[in-house]
């Protein structure tokens, strides 16, 4: 059965710093809906009720796209380990890129990452929990460490080119925010 909350408890907290890994759904008012996994240390509770994630360059940029049209966004954590639970963290939440007022400030609240596009500030204003029953164990082997070498060695050059021809647009052709260069 399902717990609703108005806010983020140190229970809750504590079980969401325990994670290795994430999911971010978003869906514009047309088009497709977005879901994806999320992991390395990209996550800060900054109160009971907001979140930031730092995410790094990828093959797309759907998030930010859909936030543009829509704020809404969901966080999904599993546990794959332990006691069963799953944990929803319900809001609306806005894209801050790089060079855009307040980066620096909020990109403070993480560990370097190479690569790093957006940090998305997220307003959280429903937390549920549910059984979990069906989430199959697993033992945490790792952080993969491709991204970090990836965008090495595209090197900063590289990385702004790719994220001119790769992440402006989504998949669906909605503008992600990213400054043109």
């Known amino acids: 059965m399902a717990t609703q ?62 936030l543009l049209r829509s704020p809404r966004i969901t966080l999904m954590f599993c546990a794959f380990e332990g006691k069963p639970l799953i944990l929803r963290l319900y809001g609306t939440a806005r894209a801050v890129h790089d060079g855009e007022p307040g980066w620096p400030e909020l990109l403070a609240s993480f560990p370097p990452m190479r ?43 590289g990385l702004e080119r790719y994220q001119q021809e790769r992440n402006l647009l989504s998949i669906d052709g909605f503008p992600t925010g990213l400054p043109v260069q």
């Open 5 to 66: 909350y108005d806010h983020i408890t140190e229970r809750l907290q504590a079980f969401i710093e325990d994670q290795h890994m994430f999911f971010v759904a978003t869906a514009a008012p047309d088009g497709r809906v977005n879901v994806s996994p999320k992991g390395l240390d990209s996550l800060r509770i900054i109160g009971p009720n907001r979140v930031l994630w730092l995410n790094g360059t990828g093959s797309g940029n759907e998030t930010a796209a859909h």
């Open 115 to 157: 690569g790093a596009r957006n940090i998305f500030d997220v307003d959280v204003d429903l937390v549920q929990t549910s059984c979990g029953f069906g989430v199959p164990l697993y033992e945490y082997d790792g952080q993969r460490t491709l991204m970090d070498s990836w965008a090495e060695n595209k090197g900063d050059e």
